[in-house]
């Protein structure tokens, strides 16, 4: 893989957890555009967001953004929900684009262990109406900007994982 591989979906798709099996699978690094920003800022997206707003939070998906296409190769790359909207995302690397139902995406954050912390730390998903319409408009953009798109929806991450690979023709460590 000679470029960067960007995970992109809606917000609890698994993004995270599938860039380190993948990362785990294929000995290539992994990180996450909202794990960086947290960095950056020093502090958690859910207070940047209550804090700056989500204005301020997409100025900083775009720092990262070019960070990113200046500075990073060869890595698995996931990302927040929103993060696909950055205008140079494909300077960065290839996208693939983890589809599931937004049924499916509240049963996976649901069944979790930590499900509370995982609903608290997604501020857009305070209002599941608003979250719904959200994702029925951000599931056709995905669409159009992803190179590879995969179906993840009652699927274990193996074979998520060999799925990408195959597609994104990814070597195995």
């Known amino acids: 893989m000679s470029k960067n591989l960007i995970l992109i979906g809606f917000m609890g798709v698994g993004k995270g957890t599938i860039a380190r ?62 993060f696909f909207k950055v205008k140079n995302l494909h300077k960065i690397g290839k996208v693939v ?3 599931s139902s937004f ?24 209002d599941l109406k608003k979250a719904k319409k959200l994702f029925d408009t951000r599931s056709v953009q995905y669409e159009k900007c992803a190179d590879i798109i995969i179906d993840v929806e009652d699927k274990e991450i193996d074979k998520i994982v060999k799925e990408i690979m195959e597609k994104a023709k990814m070597e195995k460590k």
Do not use: M
Not at 103 to 126: C, F, Q, T, Y
């Open 103 to 126: 049924e499916a995406i509240l049963k996976r954050i649901k069944k979790h262990p930590n499900a509370k912390k995982k609903l608290k730390k997604r501020p857009l998903l305070k």
């Open 97 to 99: 684009y983890l589809k």
């Open 21 to 82: 099996a993948l990362s785990k699978k294929s000995g290539i690094f992994a990180i996450d555009t909202d794990d960086l920003i947290e960095s950056l800022e020093n502090r958690k997206i859910k207070n940047i967001f209550k804090e700056e707003g989500e204005e301020y939070f997409r100025e900083l998906e775009k720092k990262t953004a070019k960070w990113l296409e200046k500075n990073v190769t060869d890595t698995i790359i996931s990302t927040g929900g929103g």
